[in-house]
Nanobody
Framework: QVQLVESGGDLVQPGGSLRLSCTASGNICSIYDMGWYRQAPGKQRELVATITSSGNLYYSGSVKGRFTISRDNAKNTVSLQMNSLKPEDAAVYYC???????????WGQGTQVTVSS
């Protein structure tokens, strides 16, 4: 069983910063991508950023230049540094693991990010 535990969600003013963290534990597959998704009320869950086991990065266009994803393979953690936050960034943010060999995915429980003055 794989568990993902996120932390760091909070209320922040527009223009502010937050850092989300996610720690994975359990029987994690050998090669996996880690990423962050988000879901705002009434909208579909969308990909925010991913990082492969070798460090290749992907960002959605809406966060590129403002968000930075990083991972620590030794600690099975992935972080998302979010700067210059906008009201449209408000959502529940979910941590994700994608197993490259099996295509199996695991999700965290989500952490709420609210951007409001």
């Amino acid at each position: 069983q794989v568990q993902l535990v996120e932390s760091g969600g909070d209320l922040v003013q527009p223009g502010g910063s937050l850092r989300l963290s996610c720690t994975a534990s359990g029987n994690i597959c050998s090669i996996y991508d880690m990423g962050w998704y988000r879901q705002a009320p009434g909208k579909q869950r969308e990909l925010v950023a991913t990082i492969t086991s070798s460090g290749n990065l992907y960002y959605s266009g809406s966060v590129k230049g403002r968000f930075t994803i990083s991972r620590d393979n030794a600690k099975n953690t992935v972080s998302l540094q979010m700067n210059s936050l906008k009201p449209e960034d408000a959502a529940v943010y979910y941590c994700n693991i994608f197993c490259v060999g099996t295509s199996r995915q695991y999700w965290g429980q989500g952490t709420q990010v609210t951007v409001s003055s």
